[in-house]
């Protein structure tokens, strides 16, 4: 009676497409398919483990049990239906050893990165809930006349017991989890009402350039967010650039052209972010409605010294020339690496030379020192 109400319990949680099995006295199989990240694994375990602790009533007792799962991976861990079966074994007794009711990978490495990975995602919810987000501005110099041009906005996240976290840290799940979305709304309102402040004092920080994902300009209110924010910040739409990389760019071109086109019609600039990393096509950058190109950091690294990358930044330098667009190089730390651009004609700079990504006070200093 135990094993019919538990394998009942265990039927209720799995989802459709998934298999069930007894496969000997109290050991059960469940088979996942499709499965989209090795944390949902965790999950699922946890529901499971969750369910089995529930007492049990059968005529006039109360009984508890509690489980012990191991997890294997296809094709990870083992590609046959035999090993996969085998390796769960395993990691079943290891899930034992540690005390009942818990999970094991069967790759050990698995189990903390599925961990880190759940709590980073609870964590990411809570931060976009409680705005622990942070915006660091880098300026952009035309370095011909020294004067600011614009400047990037950049997210931190400024968690109350971690240390501060940079975008690699958590820019990638975001964009997975599609929680993307609101930590670019979020900036997009915080920095269009903080440069639209700087404006009304009387300073000039240019153009705002806004790294915007291509998750983000799929949402069909998107457009009319950023017309509210222009409205409500009484933001000149000249005053705004959204940056997309090259890669999310060409991914899904047919789709983003239309939304190009209408942002393009509102007045705001766009640009191509991480140029030269994404392959796009010389027709495909003829239709796009951009007006700026932003060559990658990686191909600036080395100039003037690797022969390759010098071909390229000039290679790229004379194709915005032709197609007519802006450029601006960034990741620039050396006067070596500056000297090359502007001799070669590449005049508007962003990187270590001139300013890192600075917090909001400080970038007014420096706005109030240019004036
Ligand atoms: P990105 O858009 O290419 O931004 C430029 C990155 O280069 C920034 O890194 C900046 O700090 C760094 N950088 C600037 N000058 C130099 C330099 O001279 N040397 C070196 N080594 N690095 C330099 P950061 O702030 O870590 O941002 C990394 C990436 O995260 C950004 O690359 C962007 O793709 C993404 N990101 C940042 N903020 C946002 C955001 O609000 N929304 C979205 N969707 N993505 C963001
Ligand atoms: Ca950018
Ligand atoms: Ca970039």
């Excluded at 996969?84 to 009711?101: P, V, W």
């Excluded at 140029?275 to 700026?292: A, E």
């Excluded at 790229?316 to 651009?341: C, M, N, P, W, Y």
């Amino acid at each position: 009676k135990v094993l019919q109400l538990i394998s009942k319990r265990l039927r209720d949680i799995i989802r459709e497409e998934d298999t069930l099995a007894r496969l000997s006295g109290d050991e059960f199989t469940l088979i996942m398919e499709e499965l989209q990240h090795p944390e949902d694994a965790s999950l699922l375990a946890d529901k499971l483990l969750n369910t089995l602790a529930e007492a049990i009533v059968i005529d006039e007792h109360k009984l508890y049990v509690s489980g012990s799962i191991g997890i294997s991976f296809y094709p990870q861990d083992a590609v046959d239906a035999q090993s996969l079966l085998k390796y769960a074994d395993t990691a079943m007794y290891k899930a034992k050893e540690e005390g009942r009711n818990n999970y094991q990978f069967y790759a050990e490495e698995m189990t903390a990165f599925a961990l880190n990975r759940m709590a980073m995602k609870t964590n990411l919810r809570q931060a976009i809930d409680a705005e622990e987000f942070v915006i660091h501005y880098q300026p952009q110099i035309n370095a011909s006349t020294n004067a600011l041009v614009g400047v990037e906005a950049l997210v931190r996240w400024a968690h109350p017991t971690m240390d501060f976290l940079m975008p690699d840290e958590f820019i990638p799940l975001a964009e997975e989890t599609g929680m993307i979305v609101e930590i670019d709304q979020w900036m997009m309102r915080t920095a269009m009402k903080q440069v639209s402040q700087w404006y009304k004092e009387g300073l000039n920080p240019g153009v705002l350039g806004l790294n915007i994902s291509v998750k983000q300009l799929d949402k069909i209110d998107f457009i009319q967010k950023v017309e509210t924010c222009l409205k409500r910040y009484d933001f000149d739409p000249k005053w705004l650039e959204l940056e997309i990389t090259e890669g999310q760019m060409i991914k899904k071109s047919e789709e983003v052209i239309t939304k190009l086109h209408q942002i393009n019609n509102l007045g705001i600039g766009i640009s191509i972010d991480d140029f030269g990393t994404g392959y796009s096509s010389l027709s495909l950058l003829k239709r796009l409605p951009i007006n700026r190109l932003k060559i990658d950091r990686s191909f600036i690294e080395d100039i003037p010294d690797d022969e390759e990358d010098a071909g390229i930044v000039k290679a790229i330098i004379a194709l915005s020339k032709s197609l007519k667009l802006d450029l601006i190089a960034e990741g620039v730390e050396t006067s070596e690496q500056r000297d090359f651009l502007i001799s070669h004609g590449c005049i508007n700079i962003q990187g270590h030379y001139y300013t890192p990504p600075i917090a909001a006070e400080e970038m007014r200093t420096m706005l109030l020192n240019h004036k």
